[in-house]
């Protein structure tokens, strides 16, 4: 079983920038691909961004795309989410998920809500016009 919580989550002026962290806990999840979600009211969750276990691999949603950065620290089994340059529209609540498994299977598979076995509680991200 693998426990993720998130954190760095709050209020930001418009171009402003946010760190998010997820820490992970439990067998494995240092070995996991690892990714952020979000989900806006009244919208599904959506992909934003996934890192390979080893930090080989990273793929990001267009919407983020130069904006954000995604990095881990094994080290330390954590996960984070640099956001700069933010937007009213990237007002969301940010969920961390990850794998079970410890084998990659592609960028694309990863971009899937139904890919990640274990989901953080989220931390709320509100950016203001």
Known sequence: ???????GGGLVQAGGSLRLSCAASGRTSSRATTAWFRQAPGKEREFVAHIS??????????????????SRDNAKNAVYLQMNSLKPE??????CAADRSTYYRGSYYYTLRTSYDYWGQGTQVTVSS
Not at 1 to 7: A, I, K, M, R
Not at 53 to 70: P, Q
Not at 90 to 95: E, R, S
Request: glycine residues 10%; aromatic residues 20%.
């Open 90 to 95: 990237d007002t969301a609540v940010y969920y």
């Open 53 to 70: 276990w080893n930090g080989g691999s990273t793929y990001y949603a267009d919407s983020v795309k130069g904006r954000f950065t995604i």
């Open 1 to 7: 079983q693998v426990q993720l919580v998130e954190s």
